[in-house]
């Protein structure tokens, strides 16, 4: 496959994310976040490391910049992390954070790559977290603020934006399972959460349009291809469930503005949705976005199991629903390699929205790298990985899905949240100790097939 299967002006660009790559948690009046505190926690992050160093990026972004244009991506979407613009979440916008991301927007720009901010990629102020967090309806106007403040003060540079990474995660990994920051496990009552989240996606939008009208705004979610592991009743009861939970109760409000009623039912939260998700909550979250981003990785095969699901668990009310191996092959996170599953997830949204454009904003593996006796990085399994992905795009396209852009998971190894250094997306290698990038073979494989479109349009007299 060459990139000019791909349609012209499709967009291939690199993913990262604040907490994963910055470092530099205490410096420059950058505030606490709640992954600093739950990094803390002992048995929280598998190898007990936390984000403080990560990347070095903060210090390094120039440098990283570089290596993504000699790569040869078209954007890149980095996060941008709350508590250095507000470090208790409230207030006057912090210059020196926002001039970290005017310098990396301007050194993007000057490099030709497009600038892809996300507004929340999971490190909420802890301040805000201390007064409840997205439990309370109150975080979502904090979030409006925020995004205001970072428009204002970034949006003549910054014309692509998303409002959210993943709320799913944000609510069931966050507040349900807690194996994410802020780490409780409070049930049901997660789903407060999910809906305080969208809340706040909507008020950002109605924040962001307002003070850039050339603005293209969109949100991120997880979508999953989620089959039944038989055809009896029950199991296919257990994949409604997933399904429900993982893609219906977000996906329904933002592109149909209401949620799913069974859904809400499987939780027991009917009557909190009644008297809490009002009609302007609704009208906010479903306002028209300019397209929607999708992190798609894996398929979930479920069997509907006893009633003696372990808690707590990410799928409250399904607690049950057991998740099977299909013997399929997985990456090393264990997630199952299924490329077909991302047609399954755009023609999920393109059912309900049908014009909307859309994206796979994070698509990559983890595997155990090494650096062999010659200081390379033999990641041939990634490479066919994101090749099969690729194709996936491909055939999606050509199926009639809108999709018009792919950004990879990720640009170099970071802190994979609860996992901690343990497990490695990136396309470049980072030695931790020395700060070393060093791009694996899937790098070399990227920017060949980056490397093939420039050719190719130059040659047609387009470049
Ligand atoms: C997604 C997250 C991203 C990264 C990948 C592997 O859920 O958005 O930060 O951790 O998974």
Redesign the pocket.
């Known amino acids: 496959m060459r990139r000019s299967d791909l349609p012209h002006g499709f967009v291939i660009g690199a993913a990262t994310?604040s907490y994963?790559i910055e470092g530099a948690t205490r410096e420059d009046g950058r505030g606490d976040s709640i992954w600093d505190t739950f990094a803390r926690v002992p048995g929280a992050i598998a190898d007990g490391s936390t984000g403080d160093v990560a990347d070095d990026h903060y210090h390094r972004a120039a440098e990283d910049v570089a290596l993504m244009a000699d790569l040869g991506f078209d954007a890149y979407r980095f996060s941008i992390a709350w508590p250095r613009i507000q470090a208790d979440g409230t207030g006057a916008p912090n210059l020196d954070g926002i001039d970290f991301y005017r310098r990396l927007a301007e050194s993007l720009l000057e490099r030709g790559i497009t600038p892809w901010a996300t507004l929340y990629?999971?490190d909420l102020p802890q301040a805000l977290e201390d007064r409840g967090g997205w439990l309370e309806r109150d975080t979502a106007l904090r979030f409006a603020d925020y995004a205001a403040r970072v428009s204002d003060r970034l949006g003549d540079l910054v014309t692509d934006w998303i409002t959210l990474?993943?709320p799913w995660?944000s609510s069931f990994l966050g507040y349900a399972s807690g194996h994410h920051a802020p780490g409780r496990t409070l049930g049901s009552r997660s789903s407060h959460a999910a809906h305080h989240l969208l809340l706040g996606h909507g008020l950002a939008l109605e924040a962001l349009r307002s003070g850039m009208p050339e603005a293209r705004v969109g949100t991120t979610l997880?979508l999953y291809s989620v089959r039944p592991a038989s055809d009896s009743d029950a199991d296919r009861d257990a994949a409604r469930r997933i399904d429900g939970l993982s893609n219906r109760l977000f996906l329904d409000p933002v592109l149909r503005g209401s949620y799913p009623a069974d859904v809400l039912d499987d939780l027991g939260e009917t009557s909190w949705f009644a008297e809490h998700a009002t009609e302007e909550d609704l009208r906010l979250i479903s306002a028209p976005i300019d397209f929607l981003g999708i992190?798609y990785?894996s398929r979930h095969t479920v069997a509907a199991g006893d009633d003696s699901g372990a808690t707590p668990s990410a799928y409250p009310g399904s607690e049950q629903v057991q998740f099977v191996t299909t013997g399929a092959p997985v990456t090393q996170?264990g997630w199952e390699i299924h490329p077909d599953g991302l047609t399954d997830v755009l023609r999920m949204a393109n059912e309900l929205a049908p014009e909307l454009p859309l994206y796979i904003t994070?698509n990559?593996a983890?595997y155990e790298d090494h650096v062999d006796l010659n200081g390379e990085i033999v990641d041939t399994e990634r490479v066919d990985y994101l090749r099969l992905h690729f194709e996936a795009a491909r055939e999606a396209i050509r199926l009639g899905l809108p999709l018009q852009g792919y950004f990879l998971?990720?640009l170099m190894d970071n802190f994979?949240?609860a996992w901690g250094y343990s497990r490695r997306?990136g396309i470049v290698y980072v030695d931790y100790e020395t700060q070393q990038r060093i791009p694996k073979q899937s790098a070399r494989w990227i920017s060949e097939f980056l490397g093939t479109d420039a050719d190719a349009l130059q040659a047609q007299g387009l470049a």
């Open positions: 994310a994963q990629h999971w990474n993943e995660c997880n992190n990785y996170m994070e990559g983890a998971w990720t994979e949240w997306f």
